[in-house]
Structure formats: structure tokens, C-alpha cells
């Protein structure tokens, strides 16, 4: 008898497994930063094995399968891999993109109006999300949507060569993503091309760029330590606030369970946070590392402040008129929603700290609660 009620307890239990793990599915994710980039250390690794292990032996059970360093798509090709749906999601950045996605853009452009990464990374999730509906229609005609966006470290002028005054700068070659560097760039008398962060060490090698734009960790996460030679530390010029995290393939999230949509949006806040924050703690590494191998880091003086803060002044108006030139409809308002929501995270970042866990909880409230997705 008992030999009995134990095999059917056996039985019971296989079958409640086998039921379990009917519905499991696999993430297909795509990240064209390397390993150690804070946007994977941080925020997708930690975050996909946490979701992994809630939803083991459960109805909603999710696994993910992360390309990472670009083994499938770049910084420029992630977007047509998810509307594809090669992919179920990847980490995409819309000044990458801006032809297709050229209301959200606007956010990046607007980069020297930001502050710090906590505040920019929930101003920049709260106007994607709730305030810029043409920003998802042109998510959604690549059969995509974003469920949040991170925002970097500041980033800083960092160039192969030894500089010591703003005289060195011209006729030196720039590059980086975002197009506010272009304007940037033209004031202090540079060329600037379009390039994304890993082909950042190459073009400083080879001398297609002298200088580059970015925040200290990448001196390590992209090796740029190895070439770099001068930093300038007298302002920084912003930080990118617009890099989708987690941008999905429509028909992918409708085909998840509701539990399993619903574990992903609850890591969601606390997952921005953790690369925002992970990139300040990287970017004092990077430093040192870079100054063992000899980089300066120097100020350029009392004239280089001015010049940024002079060109700082005009950004909102310059940010609104490159959006409608790209053809955004909706570019001043777009542009001053976000400039708001700027102001307003600020406000909560100076009153909880740039405490990762409790901006995320603030971001949660205020803005995944109310999101549709």
C-alpha cells in the first residue's frame, strides 16, 4: 500500500514538472557592447539569471540566451535584428538608428542639458514611456518596443595625443555617436564622424579619429586606456541618456506568458539603476588604469569652461531645431517634455541620493506603474 501512494506520488509530482515546464521559453537577447561593459556586468547578466531562477520549475519559466560583444548584430544592425525577430530583444541606441527612430533621438541630442546618469536615465524612461507617443509609433513600426532606457557616466574629451590648450584641438578629427558633438565639436574648431564605442580604439589607433567624447570606464571597457594619451576633467559634457536597454520584438513579448512579461518589467527599474551606477563605479577605475599607463589628466582653463557654457545655453533651442529637421513632428514638445522630467529627477536624486535602489523604487512608482506595455 504504501509502495502504491509513493508511486503515485512520484507520478503526481512528473507530471505537475512535466506542466511546469510546458510553457518555458528562451530569450533570445543581443548586445553589441563587450562583456565587461556595465550594461551587461550590471544590468542583462545579473538581471537575466535572477529571472532565470524565480521562474525555474514554474508555469512562467524563462530562460535567456545573451549574445554579447557583438556576435550577431552591432550598434547599428540590432534594430532590424529584433524587428526581424532574429532576436526577441537587444540593447539599441537611437542615434544609431535616427533615420527610423527620429523622435527618440531627441532625447540623446539633448545631452548637454543633463546632469547625472540617475536622474537623465529615469527623465529619459519617463518621457519615452509615457509622454512620446510618436516616439513608440516609431518603435512600432519596426515591430519593437522599449521597456526603458539607461543613461551613462559624463563623458569627457579624450584624444591620442598630448593637448594643453584648446589651440591643439584644431583641425583634430572627432568622434562619437551622438550628433550634439557634432555642434560641439565645430566649436572647438574639429571635423567630427559618426562612429559607435567599439570602433572607438581603431579609429585612434589608425588616426581616423584624434579625439574621442565618452565617460572614463570606456578607457577600460573598450581598451581605449591603450591609446588615449590627454583627458580633459574642466566640465563634463553630459551624460548619453537614451540607450534602450531592453527593446523587444513585439510578436516575442506577446508570445510570453503574463507572468513572465510581468517578471521581466518588475527587474526593469532596478536593472537601469544598477548600470547607471555601475558605470560610476567603473569610471574611477578607468581613470587609474589609464593613468598607469601614463594618460594625463589636465584642465584646459577658464576659456574651455566658458565656451561649454556658452554652448550649453542654446542646446534646448539647438536640440528642437535638429529634430524637426530630421522631420520629428512633434520636435518642441518632445524636447521640453523631457526637459522637465530632467528638472523633476533631479529634484528626487538630490532629495533619495544617487542611491540606485531607491530612485529605481521612485522610477517604478512613477512611471512603470502607469506605463502600458
Known sequence: MHRKKAIAAA??????????????????????????????????????????????????????????????????????????????????VPVFNAGELKSHV?????????????????????????????????????????????????????????????????????TEGNPMFARWSAVLGMSRIQLGPADYLQALQRGTADCVFGPKDWLNAFSLKDVVKTVALDVHHGVFPAVSIMTVNKKSWSGLSDGQRKTILKHMPGTIMRVVHGYYEDEQRGENDAKAKGTKFIKLGAAYVKAWETFKAKELANSIDAAKKRGSQSAETIAKS?????????????????????????????????AKF
Open 106 to 174: 531627441t532625447f540623446a541630442d539633448m545631452q548637454a542639458l543633463t546632469r547625472d546618469g540617475y536622474s537623465a536615465a529615469a527623465a529619459g524612461t519617463e518621457t519615452l514611456l509615457l509622454n512620446c507617443p510618436e516616439c513608440l509609433a516609431e518603435y512600432g513600426k519596426f515591430n519593437a518596443m522599449s521597456l526603458g532606457v539607461y543613461a551613462s557616466a559624463p563623458y569627457y574629451l579624450m584624444c591620442n595625443f598630448e593637448f594643453k590648450s584648446m589651440d591643439d584641438l584644431k583641425g583634430k578629427k572627432s
Open 338 to 370: 523631457n526637459a522637465a522630467s530632467l528638472k523633476k529627477w533631479e529634484g528626487i536624486v538630490d532629495k533619495l541620493g544617487r542611491d540606485p535602489q531607491k530612485v529605481a523604487a521612485e522610477l517604478e512608482k512613477q512611471v512603470y506603474t502607469k
Open 11 to 92: 507520478l503526481t509530482a512528473a507530471l505537475v514538472s512535466l506542466a511546469a515546464g510546458v510553457d518555458a521559453k528562451e530569450f533570445k537577447y543581443s548586445s553589441w557592447t563587450p562583456p565587461p561593459a556595465p550594461n551587461n556586468r550590471f544590468g542583462t547578466v545579473p538581471m537575466f539569471q535572477a529571472i532565470e531562477k524565480e521562474t525555474k520549475g514554474t508555469k512562467d519559466e524563462l530562460t535567456f540566451k545573451n549574445f554579447m560583444g557583438a556576435q550577431l548584430f552591432n550598434n547599428f544592425t540590432t534594430l532590424a535584428g529584433v524587428r526581424d525577430g532574429a532576436v526577441d530583444g537587444g540593447v539599441t
